[in-house]
């Protein structure tokens, strides 16, 4: 299959990933003591114009709801026919690096950048046949992309569950909406223990400070 590149292309899967991509959660750059939330791989699929789009992806958000990474397969047919894995990093990359997917030991695959928001980049590439079936066989994918300090950033995507979501429908309406509940639950459950140990420092800080 030839990857096409048009504008309209792009326009089309651009519009179509971003009322894809669940619980529109602000993507700032993660922090070493932030905790990623737990989550799986889902597939949402959805008409775009004369087109159906879906999606299996994994979206990694930290506890102070910024994105670590997500990982995009979209499947496009209709009038455009196109396949494209994505990656979606934080902002501050060097472009020019690009970003780095390796399924386990398998040769890394670099995707360049096509698109950088203000909360976050998109780096794509065609997704292959081999690659589908490398991430079905595979445990684990690294995703790397480099930070402006120019320090490679690997975040490991779990690949349990990916074939399972990838070969199975897609969600319901309802089911994503179980789903997002249930992150924002564990999200504000983090956030107050976050809140609980800042404040057990500052009494510990006090009392440490008015001891004799």
């Known amino acids: 299959m030839k990857f096409r590149s048009h504008k309209a292309d792009r326009t089309v899967l ?29 597939k949402v699929c959805a008409p775009q114009g004369d087109n ?34 994505q990656a979606v990093v934080p902002i501050g ?10 399924v386990d030991e398998n040769a890394a695959q670099t995707l360049n950048y096509s698109v ?3 909360d976050r980049c998109i780096a794509e590439i065609e997704l292959s046949d081999a690659m589908i079936a490398s991430m079905k066989a595979g445990s684990g994918l ?15 995507v779990t690949l ?26 564990a999200l504000q459950g983090q956030a107050e223990a976050r809140r609980q140990r800042f404040e057990d420092a500052q009494t510990q800080a006090v009392e440490g400070g008015a001891a004799p």
């Open 14 to 42: 651009a519009t179509g990933l971003l009322a894809l991509l669940a619980g529109g959660l602000s993507a700032g750059t993660a922090q070493a003591q932030t905790q990623a939330v737990p989550t799986e791989w889902f």
């Open 52 to 85: 159906n789009i879906c999606n299996t992806q994994y979206t990694l958000i930290a506890d102070t709801r910024q994105l670590i990474t997500a990982v995009n397969l979209i499947d496009v047919s209709g009038t455009v026919n196109q396949r494209i894995l």
């Open 93 to 102: 990359r060097v472009i020019p690096a690009g970003v780095q997917i390796q």
């Open 116 to 118: 950088c928001f203000p």
């Open 142 to 156: 690294r995703v790397t992309s480099v930070n402006f300090q120019r320090q490679p950033n690997p975040v490991n």
């Open 160 to 185: 349990a569950g990916f074939t399972a979501a990838f070969d199975g429908p897609a969600q319901e309406a309802s089911e994503l909406q179980a789903r997002q509940e249930q992150l924002n639950q």
